[in-house]
T-cell receptor
Framework: AQSVAQPEDQVNVAEGNPLTVKCTYS??????LFWYVQYPNRGLQFLLK??????LVKGSYGFEAEFNKSQTSFHLKKPSALVSDSALYFC????????????FGTGTRLQVFP | GAGVSQSPRYKVAKRGQDVALRCDPI?????LFWYQQALGQGPEFLTY????????KSGLPSDRFFAERPEGSVSTLKIQRTQQEDSAVYLC?????????????FGPGTRLTVL
């Protein structure tokens, strides 16, 4: 069965330091991978996606993610964290047959301290 | 705004009541999705429309849940005889095309509380 794992419930980082939010996936076909961010009482905002091609994907607000097929990972990264990056981050996967639904991880809360 | 809108934003229902949640997708978007997000969890798929056709309803938890999109635009998610376990945030998303690679854009959600 398709699944997504976000092994860390919370990530703490000081402002200005690099951040990484981890995501691994398990799918039987070619994965299409997405990152979304959720602020309190708001819906999910799209950050970036990997479909094919270059393994390093750049997205909104300075975020990027690296697709690693051998490790089945799609970690979210940012070189220099901002306090305003504090939010809940979700990794999601969609496989390339029959269904268009997204399968989400349980989320990682990012806390950036000034 | 040109984003996905949902109404109401908050809904409190007594157990056993019926509720209807509305979603206005981005204009021109072909695909529409409903997800359920329980407290502290990631969103879980409920159902999917391509225009007015409901192509996947495998995520609907019971026959008390019903969704429609009669004219291929606005969608309504109806829950009959609500139960406490139905309490969650219901998210709607739309995407421009039918392709699996297309990005889903989410609305702000409707928070349903069943007392």
């Amino acid at each position: 069965a398709q699944s997504v794992a976000q092994p860390e419930d919370q990530v703490n980082v000081a402002e200005g330091n690099p951040l990484t939010v981890k995501c691994t996936y398990s799918v039987s076909g070619n994965p299409y991978l997405f990152w979304y961010v959720q602020y309190p009482n708001r819906g999910l905002q799209f950050l970036l996606k990997y479909i094919t091609g270059d393994n390093l994907v750049k997205g909104s607000y300075g975020f990027e993610a690296e697709f690693n097929k051998s490790q089945t990972s799609f970690h979210l990264k940012k070189p220099s964290a901002l306090v305003s990056d504090s939010a809940l981050y979700f990794c999601a996967v969609r496989v390339d047959y029959n269904t268009d639904k997204l399968i989400f991880g349980t989320g990682t809360r990012l806390q950036v301290f000034p | 705004g040109a984003g996905v809108s949902q109404s109401p934003r908050y809904k409190v229902a007594k157990r056993g009541q019926d509720v209807a949640l509305r979603c206005d997708p981005i204009s021109g978007h072909v695909s529409l999705f409903w997800y359920q997000q329980a407290l502290g969890q990631g969103p879980e798929f409920l159902t999917y429309f391509q225009n007015e056709a409901q192509l996947d309803k495998s995520g609907l938890p019971s026959d008390r849940f019903f969704a429609e999109r009669p004219e291929g635009s606005v969608s309504t998610l109806k829950i009959q005889r609500t139960q406490q376990e139905d309490s969650a945030v219901y998210l709607c998303a739309s995407s421009l095309e039918e392709a699996s690679t297309d990005t889903q854009y989410f609305g702000p959600g409707t928070r349903l509380t069943v007392l």
